[in-house]
């Protein structure tokens, strides 16, 4: 446990590297935003006749701005904390939102585009948010890699939510190159890899991550072309 741990921690730490753009991206909106509000108070504030409402307003918009960078920071933070497995009642559709917003700058960097289909009113799940965030992250990273060979208008990745027979499953499905043939039963093995000058860890240390949350993971081509990985997690009791 606790050297899955170490590495889990060791691969958040990498995917961090990894975010350093759309991190920097999404802290710099809030920033950019208190900025320009604060100057606009100023401009309000050097008025004789200043408009109150109206800087109430600008002192709003800069308090959730902060409220906003902090949040970013706060993420940050959790994903660099090495602790241990943190468990809670989560809403997977949240879970899910709050990874894709984390690289969204890297998929418009990537030219990918991404159709999040969610299912309303999912039970429940127990778990830690940070790590499932992981899992869902190398995910989509693994995805764009896939359609990094593909033309410009090409690159689809389709992120859907459902329930089924006690579970919440979550399903990224790339138009990709997919899995060859005798990698797919080791695909989540340690050390096998289908990216040139990977180490063949981040899928391990996923599966590992999921198989502490009760859950599983799964892998398969699709009919036509890419791959699909399947995470599955049970529900909360009585939800």
Do not use: W, Y
């Amino acid at each position: 446990m606790r050297q899955r741990n170490e590495l889990a921690h060791l691969s958040r730490v990498t995917m961090l590297g990894e975010l350093a753009g759309s991190l920097a991206h999404e802290l710099n909106q809030p920033l950019t935003a208190i900025l320009s509000n604060a100057e606009a108070a100023q401009m309000f504030l050097e008025n004789d006749a200043a408009d109150l409402v109206e800087i109430r307003k600008i002192m709003g918009d800069i308090v959730s701005a902060d409220k906003r960078a902090g949040e970013i920071i706060q993420r940050l933070r959790s994903m660099l904390k090495k602790e241990e497995l943190t468990r809670q009642p989560l809403e997977i559709n949240d879970v899910l939102q709050e990874a894709i917003n984390l690289v969204r700058s890297d998929l418009v960097g990537q030219g990918v585009m991404v159709d999040v289909i969610s299912a309303d009113g999912l039970p429940r799940i127990t778990g830690d948010r940070v790590q499932l965030q992981q899992v869902l992250i190398n995910l989509i990273f693994n995805a764009c890699d896939a359609m990094a060979g593909n033309t410009a208008d090409d690159r689809k990745l389709v992120v859907r939510t459902d329930a089924h027979d006690g579970t919440v499953r979550i399903a990224i499905i790339d138009s990709g190159c997919g899995i060859p043939a005798d990698m797919l039963e080791r695909i989540f093995d340690s050390f096998v890899t289908t990216k040139p000058g990977g180490m063949g860890l981040g899928l391990s240390i996923c599966r590992g991550i999921i198989a502490e949350h009760q859950g599983r993971i799964a892998a398969e081509n699709n009919p036509d072309r890419g791959a699909c990985f399947r995470v599955i997690l049970p529900v909360v009791s009585g939800r």
